[in-house]
């Protein structure tokens, strides 16, 4: 308890801090913001953070200031307590807990400390776009009695919300199948309506301001997804951005961010000095010894044991399988041949049956056991659920590093 109060008084001071130094910054920018000039760039953020500044929040203020210093007016579009439920503020063992809005409104208006509220339909300046909420009675009559399958397909004028809210809402949750009870039912509906005041307000500003495009974190999670969608409905240019995979990066996109796509020439190769980094990049990441987004996940990573080398010695090959995090953003572009990736595991079990040979060893991924974000569906759960291969495998675990092992 004394070590729970000891890092919540720290990250109070840290936050502080931060904000000092932005509050700083932010006030020379508005300083030495070039004379706008041109349409517009819109900025939106409501996933990246709540009361700190993220890594996502940190890229998200970095580009804009940019912008602004080139002469790029930008336009931010930011939450004033303009969703019911929000994909970081929702409690999943207490669905109907309050949003923690005062805090994060008040870590917005640092970020954008200086910079007027949008007031004209010509923009000559760099301004904000508050937003709030307003229910629309129409949609919660529609939606008050739909099933969890009802809600995840439901559309609303053409816009697909059901399908927009479900990648947020399976991370919130932690799972993939959904359960069909009340609470799941609940914030599925909130995300739906506030999705709905998110498309009515953006639609109303970019008919106001006319952009030139749109930046949005993610693009999976509700808000984000809807604003995109709407921006791209009226083909519009939307980039969206994610932590990269080297430290104190950022990747930005036409495309899905999460998916991290990557046009590489046929007749790329890398030469000698990118090959050592690369080298040397991998041979870290295989120790664990790397961050993303300024988080170290793994730092006690451990090698293979002398139990498992003598187990692998009595089999002609080793096939490795890697799994991921079921509730992942990066789902959404993975599971396109199957529904999931469990439904994958099932089909690889008939190989594991026909391949006495082979030792097959599932690597579960970490994040699985992460404390605090700790999945709700799991590999070790899809082993325990399939005699067969409870009856011929066992675990090779470390701290934080756990693998199925099928013989």
Not at 340 to 349: E, I, R
Not at 350 to 379: G, N
Request: aromatic share 12%; proline share 4%; glycine share 4%.
């Amino acid at each position: 308890m004394k070590e729970f109060f000891t890092q919540r008084i720290k990250r109070g001071l840290v936050r502080r801090l931060n904000n000092l130094k932005i509050m700083s910054v932010a006030s020379e920018i508005a300083r030495k913001e070039s004379q706008p000039n041109g349409a517009p760039v819109i900025f939106f953020k409501a996933s990246t953070g709540i009361d700190d500044l993220s890594w996502n929040s940190g890229f998200h203020l970095l580009v804009s200031w940019a912008f602004r210093l080139q002469g790029i007016p930008v336009v931010y579009f930011a939450c004033n307590s303009g969703l019911s439920k929000c994909v970081l503020g929702t409690n999943r063992d207490d669905p109907h807990k309050g949003m923690p809005c005062k805090s994060c409104v008040m870590q917005s208006k640092v970020l954008y400390k200086n910079i007027q509220a949008l007031s004209r339909s010509i923009v000559q300046t760099s301004s904000v776009n508050w937003f709030d909420l307003q229910r629309d009675p129409e949609l919660e009559k529609e939606i008050s009695g739909l099933d969890v399958e009802q809600l995840s397909k439901f559309i609303f004028h053409d816009l697909p919300l059901g399908a927009l809210c479900l990648p947020g809402l399976r991370w919130v949750l932690r799972i993939h199948h959904l359960s069909d009870d009340e609470s799941t039912r609940y914030l599925l509906r909130e995300y739906i309506l506030s999705a709905w005041n998110v498309a009515q307000k953006f639609d109303a500003l970019l008919d106001q301001i006319q952009p030139w495009a749109v930046v949005v974190f993610n693009g999976q999670f509700f808000p984000e997804a809807t604003a995109r969608y709407v921006a791209q409905k009226r083909g519009l240019r939307v980039i969206t951005h994610e932590v990269g995979l080297q430290p104190a990066t950022a990747y930005f996109t036409e495309g899905e961010a999460t998916a991290y796509p990557i046009h590489i020439p046929d007749q790329f190769e890398l030469n000698s000095e990118q090959n050592s980094r690369l080298d040397a990049y991998l041979t870290r990441r295989f120790q664990g010894d790397f961050t993303m987004a300024g988080v170290k996940f793994w730092a006690d990573m451990k090698g293979l044991d002398e139990s498992f080398l003598r187990k692998a010695a009595d089999f002609k090959q080793i096939v490795p399988i890697f799994t991921n995090v079921i509730f992942d953003t990066s789902q959404t572009h993975a599971n396109t041949v199957f529904e999931d990736m469990f439904d994958w595991l099932d089909l690889a079990l008939e190989e594991f049956r026909l391949h006495p040979e082979t030792l097959f060893v599932i690597r579960a991924h970490p994040d699985e056991t992460r404390v605090r974000k700790a999945s709700r569906e799991t590999v070790e759960g899809w082993v325990a659920s399939h005699r067969w291969i409870k009856n011929r495998m066992s675990f090779l675990s470390a701290r934080r590093n756990r693998s199925v092992r099928m013989s």
